[in-house]
């Protein structure tokens, strides 16, 4: 919906090249410009310039099983350096260990390498989306990607240094950092039994190519099944605590109630709280805009990416009866229980207005509800999408 | 007719799980980029001047973080003004925050 506070936004943020406006599809002020002026980038969605949060557009997922470095979506919290020499890069690896270490990315790379093809997603992702609404960056759902990571274990970095007895989280944090002295500098602590597992990497490497700067160039963690708030960038810093990081970024914020989905009444009290770790199943519709209108066909293509939170997709379904029957869809190539899965289905859809629900299921018996789950914060977006179409 | 065909060459495509096989090598090469620069002030609105906002608020983030939000009430926006404060350390003036609600909720 274009309203004076969207032409107000949008002229803001409109330099004199030419841009495309983009509806996310909020109920109120989802418009937005894209932007081919952060480097390293292509066409993104500028949802604010400083610190940048860049969102992929929904065309991209249509095109690629791997989301292009050029357009993968961008999340700052805090000022980082915009010149990195990456020869002169060191990660240091500290607190409850045996042997502190200064590692090179020379170091780095006499470790075993591992490649993960994974999904990295904003716990926010589709945020804007919620109703009733809620305060934050206000992404659609192109707040994701999937990418190959390359890189070595964080176990095997650790087993350098030498966990000590006791260790309870291993606590990561970058080069990012505020602007005033009191603000909490980020980084989060993984618990150490996930830090231990074979799970977690460093990467140096997505899809073939260094890390572009705005995706945390030259190291980042990558915690595959788990939200991107983990997958600290521009790695810098690792240390080994033996007791409970109590910081801002663990101890109030990134936090989700306490059940499964991350679901509460928006009229209830808050509840307890836990951080936000694993994502969910979810289906994205991506060769069909909201409100498209398209000739009757005896087959109409539906087609779409899928992520299967920390277990592989085993189905994608299809109804465009609000759920009352399904239609299984073929799945595309299978890049890993970490990565996104392409699937492809047909619907008969006679003349008239349909809803067109695309529900994933995972290897853990996972499947997405048919309500959108919400909390005050706007995390773990977990129900289905539905895709308004017309036949006419 | 066409679609058929093309959803059955579809089904024809592998489906087997496809392990990735490169070797990467970690970076060498200076990286240095430029940011840009695309969003400017806050504007008056409805004739309320968006002094304090700018001068309070556009420190640590442009202005469309401001502007992407949903509606919300002048108390939300003084629990955003809040946290700013006290957990981001961002140096708003208390003189300022009437101000700058006014300008938030005149929209």
């Known amino acids: 919906m274009l309203t004076r506070r969207t032409l107000i936004a949008s002229a803001l943020a409109a330099p004199a090249a030419a841009q495309t406006m983009v509806d996310l599809g909020f109920a109120d002020n989802g418009m937005r410009t894209t932007t081919r002026d952060f480097p390293q980038k292509g066409e993104m969605i500028l949802q604010r310039s400083s610190p940048p949060l860049l969102e992929t557009p929904l065309s991209v997922f249509d095109a690629h099983d791997f989301t292009p470095n050029e357009q993968f979506f961008v999340r700052w919290h805090y000022p980082f350096p915009t010149s990195i020499d990456p020869a002169a890069h060191r990660l240091s690896v500290m607190g409850h260990v045996a042997k502190p270490l200064s590692l090179s990315l020379a170091d780095l790379a006499r470790l075993p390498r591992v490649a993960v093809a994974a999904v990295n997603q904003c716990a926010g992702n589709g945020r804007g989306l919620f109703n009733p609404r809620v305060p934050g960056a206000q992404w659609g759902n192109g707040a994701m990607g999937n990418a190959l990571w390359e890189g070595v274990r964080l176990k095997d970095v650790l087993a350098l240094a030498g966990v000590k007895a006791g260790a309870v989280a291993v606590r990561c944090a970058g080069l990012d950092a505020p602007l005033t002295e009191s603000a909490p500098d980020y980084a989060k602590a993984l618990p150490i039994d996930h830090a231990l597992g074979e799970e977690p990497i460093i990467a140096w490497a997505m899809n073939g190519q260094p890390l572009p700067l705005l995706n945390g160039f030259p190291l980042r963690l990558v915690v595959p099944g788990w939200y991107s708030t983990w997958w600290v960038k521009m790695l810098d810093s690792i240390e080994v605590l033996a007791r409970p990081d109590e910081g801002f970024w663990m101890a109030k914020a990134y936090l989700q109630p306490a059940n499964p989905l991350a679901d509460v009444s928006p009229a209830s009290p808050a509840g307890d709280r836990v951080p936000v770790t694993v994502m969910r199943p979810r289906a994205f519709v991506t060769n069909l805009t909201n409100g498209a209108r398209l000739p009757p066909d005896p087959f109409t293509i539906i087609r779409g990416i899928a992520l299967g939170g920390d277990h592989g997709v085993t189905s994608v ?76 | 007719m066409r679609a058929l065909l093309l959803f059955l060459a579809a089904l024809a495509a592998p489906a087997n799980l496809v392990l990735p096989s490169v070797e990467t090598p970690p970076p060498t090469k200076r990286l240095d980029i430029t940011l840009p620069d695309t969003e400017g002030l806050l504007p008056e609105r409805y004739g309320v001047s968006a002094e304090a906002a700018n001068a309070n608020c556009l420190a640590c983030h442009s202005a469309a973080m401001i502007t992407a939000q949903p509606r919300l009430t002048r108390v939300q926006w003084a629990e955003t003004i809040t946290k700013m404060r006290t957990v981001y350390g961002a140096p708003i003036d208390p003189a300022d925050d009437a101000a700058i609600l006014d300008w938030l909720v005149a929209d």
């Open chain 1, 317 to 392: 379904e299809l109804s465009a009866d609000n759920g009352a029957s399904w239609l299984t869809t073929r799945l595309g190539p299978d890049h890993g229980r970490f990565a996104f899965r392409r699937f492809l289905g047909v619907l008969h859809l006679p003349r008239g207005r349909h809803a067109v629900i695309a529900r994933a299921r995972n290897a853990a018996g996972v499947e997405q509800p048919l309500r959108q789950n919400w909390n005050p914060s706007g995390y773990n977006r977990a129900g289905v999408e539905p895709v308004q179409v017309e036949i006419a």
